[in-house]
């Protein structure tokens, strides 16, 4: 069973904090991680991931979402027992969600949910830097979007 901290912020009117959590288990259950887990989901401001995409990869830009794994990608999540395994921390900053969501058309709602789903394929070792990366971890956004009932067009970018 996963634990799902969710943390909003100014933004926790704004948010649908079932269906962020509901995204983050969905994605963890379609990636066969069905061990007792926990991760955090933070929402929060430009400022706020724009220092964090700074620090910790040189870049001085807001960004749509940061993950933060607790272990490099493809060692496996170990816990002591009876202890969740922790997979690491999502950040998304609300400002460049709806930015987004308007550019696509689309509810808030529905972009925050993909971001969710894009930074735990994160937690778990997916990247999208090569080309047959991308496309595995664009299908399981698509596949996991569609078992949520999300219809949202994923950008190329």
């Known amino acids: 069973m996963a634990n799902i901290h969710l943390h909003a912020g100014a933004y926790r009117q704004q948010i649908d904090a079932r269906r962020l959590r ?13 061990d ?3 991760l955090t989901i933070a929402i929060t401001g430009d400022d706020e991931i724009q220092a964090l995409n700074r620090k ?4 001085d830009a807001p ?9 490099e990608a493809g060692a496996p999540f170990v816990a002591a027992p009876g202890e969740p395994a922790y997979l690491g921390d999502v950040v998304i900053s609300f400002p460049r969600a709806a930015a987004q969501a308007r550019a696509g058309g689309h509810p808030v709602a529905s972009e925050l949910t993909l971001l969710v789903i894009h930074g735990v ?37």
Do not use: C, P, Y
């Open 22 to 34: 509901q995204a983050a288990v969905k994605t963890l259950t379609h990636e066969n991680i069905q």
């Open 36 to 38: 007792n887990t926990e």
């Open 56 to 59: 910790h990869r040189g870049l």
């Open 63 to 71: 960004t749509d979402v940061l993950s933060f794994a607790e272990t």
């Open 121 to 157: 394929l994160h937690l778990l070792g997916h990247d999208h830097a090569k080309a047959r990366e991308k496309r595995k971890m664009w299908t399981a956004q698509a596949d996991i979007l569609r078992e949520l009932g999300v219809q949202i067009k994923i950008a190329e970018a």
